[in-house]
C-alpha cells in the first residue's frame, strides 16, 4: 500500500465531531479524500485492507459515517450505483470501530439506498462481504438476513426528506438520529 493512503488515514486524526455540528456534511476535500481511501481499499491486498482498518480510530470513525450518509442520498439523487458502493466500502473501512449503533443506523441508509434505486439490498449487503474485516462481514450477514420490517430506516429513528436544496435526504423522525 503507498505511503500516502496510509498518511491520509492519519491526517483524519485532525478532525472532531464538533467541527461538522452545524453543517453535518463533510467538505468537499474530506469527501475526496474518503472516496480515495475507499477505492484503494477495493484495490488492496487483505493485508492492506486490514491495515487501513486498524488505522480508523473511535475518533475518527464518524468521518467515515457521515462520509457514508452522504453518499448514500447521493446515490438516491442520482441513481448512482458508484456512490452506494462508494457509501458501503466507507462503512467497511470504518469497521465498526465506534459505536456499533451508529453503524448500524448508516447501514439502514445504504439500504435503503440500494432498495430506493433498484439494486437488491441483502445481495449487495451480501457481495461486500469478502472483502470485509470479520466484524463486520458478520455485521452485513447478520442485517442482510434480518426481518425486513427490522431493516426499515423508520426502525433505525429515521424517514426520508428533503435537505436545504430539496434533494433526498435522510431526516431524523424525532426519535433522536
Known sequence: ????????????????????????TLTPELIEIITTLCKEYVAGSEEDRAKMRSLVTSETSFLFLMFSRQLAEMAVQYNSEEYLKQSLIALLVEDCKGDARDTMVSMSAVFHSAEKIGIRGNEFFLS????????????????????????NIRSFGFREGKNQDAKFAYVGDGSGW
Open 1 to 24: 500500500m503507498r505511503d500516502e493512503v496510509l498518511e491520509e488515514l492519519v491526517k483524519l486524526r485532525k478532525f472532531k465531531p464538533f467541527d461538522f455540528m452545524k453543517s453535518r
Open 128 to 151: 461486500m462481504a469478502s472483502i470485509s474485516g470479520a466484524e463486520m462481514s458478520q455485521q452485513l450477514q447478520w442485517f442482510a438476513l434480518r426481518d425486513p420490517a427490522n431493516q
